[in-house]
Structures are given as C-alpha cells and as structure tokens.
T-cell receptor, first 116, second 118 residues
Framework: AQKITQTQPGMFVQEKEAVTLDCTYD???????LFWYKQPSSGEMIFLIY??????QNATEGRYSLNFQKARKSANLVISASQLGDSAMYFC?????????????FGGGTRLMVKP | GAVVSQHPSRVICKSGTSVKIECRSL??????MFWYRQFPKQSLMLMAT?????????EQGVEKDKFLINHASLTLSTLTVTSAHPEDSSFYIC??????????????FGSGTQLSVL
C-alpha cells in the first residue's frame, strides 16, 4: 500500500493565484513528520515546510502553508500568490519515528506549472 | 543553512566502466547519509542508508555489489556504480542528516548527479 499519495500528477495555476497540492498519507505510528520538497528542473531538492504529527497549528513558511488534517491523514500544501519560479515538481514526504532505516518516504510528486 | 555538495553533477560513461559519485557535508558532520535514485518524472527511491564507519544498509532490490557505498568519514560518502550499463542511467541524489536535531530534522540534499551510460 502507498504510504504517501499525491493524486495530482500535474497542475496549472495562473500567476498570482493560490494553489493547493494534495497529499494523503498512511501510518499507524502516533509520531511522525510530514515534509514538502520542491524540485526544480535542475534536480536539487529544496525543503519547503514541515509539520509534526503533534503540532497543534498548521505550519507556515512565507508563501507556503500546510493544511494539516490529521483525522483525514492529509497534508496539503498551499502556495499563495504563485510566481513563475514556483514551476517545479513538488514532493510530499513522511518520516515515521520508529523507522530509522528508511528515512523518508516520498510521494509520487506533482508537477506544478505557473502560467503568466 | 547546512550545505551538501555532490559531484559530479553530470557524467557520461561507456558501458562496463565504473563511476564514483561523491557526497560531502560542508559545514556539519553527517553520521548518516542517504542515496536516492530518481527515474525521469518519477519520485525518489531510497537505495541505501550510509552510516559512517559501518556497512551501508541497502533497500530491497538494490544490488549492493553494483552500487558500492563507502562512508569513510563524517563528511564524505561515495556511491560507486560498478560496471555500469545503460539501465543504470538515472539521476542519483544524496542527502545528509545533521545530527542533534529533533524530529523535525530536515534532510539536506545534494544537487544530484545525472548519469548517462552509453
């Protein structure tokens, strides 16, 4: 079974508009962490935002916010005021605290394309 | 923030040759490094976990004799693709964990290596 599911292989958004990238996860561990990474065409992985399973508030980092719905096991990324430079692949990932060997499990990714 | 340097960024080699990829943590000591492989338009697949001073832990299905990992120091891990074949062509990326962080520790990634085997 997929541990991390990103159902949107590709998305378009108009410049300056907000966009939500979906991520659902599956774990039985009470303690885990959720991450979003951005991968531009150059290939590097850029950390965007983190949400801990016990965090009471949704994480925010500048234009990025994480809509964390624990009961639904979803951790959607919201990008506000999209910019052309936001065009990239976006990966959701989960770290389970009791899984020391497999550091992060990645979702399949969503390719975001920002239209001018 | 912490920096992980990965070299080379791109390598083209003939079938049957071996290729070494280096991953260095520049401003912290990384007791654990990770190697991933990424096929075009696909997600990252963990290949192995590299621990300084001990043997790497390989994920199921990854040939340890083909993908040799050495973590000889706290700042350097290497991945050697031995007797490379065209099917080994891929994007390889390493990451390092900075020790001492809490559960919100984020991995620091190298810039990746695009391997093309002719």
């Amino acid at each position: 079974a997929q541990k991390i599911t990103q159902t949107q292989p590709g998305m378009f958004v108009q410049e300056k508009e907000a966009v939500t990238l979906d991520c659902t996860y599956d774990t039985s561990d009470p303690s885990y962490g959720l991450f979003w990474y951005k991968q531009p065409s150059s290939g590097e992985m850029i950390f965007l935002i983190y949400q801990g399973s016990y965090d009471q508030q949704n994480a925010t980092e500048g234009r990025y916010s994480l809509n964390f719905q624990k009961a639904r096991k979803s951790a959607n990324l919201v990008i506000s005021a999209s910019q052309l430079g936001d065009s990239a692949m976006y990966f959701c990932a989960m770290r389970e605290v009791n899984n020391a060997g497999n550091m992060l499990t990645f979702g399949g990714g969503t390719r975001l394309m920002v239209k001018p | 923030g912490a920096v992980v340097s990965q070299h080379p960024s791109r390598v083209i080699c003939k079938s049957g040759t071996s290729v070494k990829i280096e991953c260095r943590s520049l401003d912290f000591q990384a007791t654990t490094m990770f190697w991933y492989r990424q096929f075009p338009k696909q997600s990252l697949m963990l290949m192995a976990t590299s621990n300084e001073g001990s043997k790497a832990t390989y994920e199921q299905g990854v040939e340890k004799d083909k993908f040799l990992i050495n973590h000889a120091s706290l700042t350097l891990s290497t991945l050697t693709v031995t007797s490379a074949h065209p099917e080994d062509s891929s994007f390889y990326i390493c990451s390092a964990r900075e020790p001492g962080l809490a559960t919100n520790e984020k991995l620091f990634f190298g810039s990746g290596t695009q391997l093309s085997v002719l």
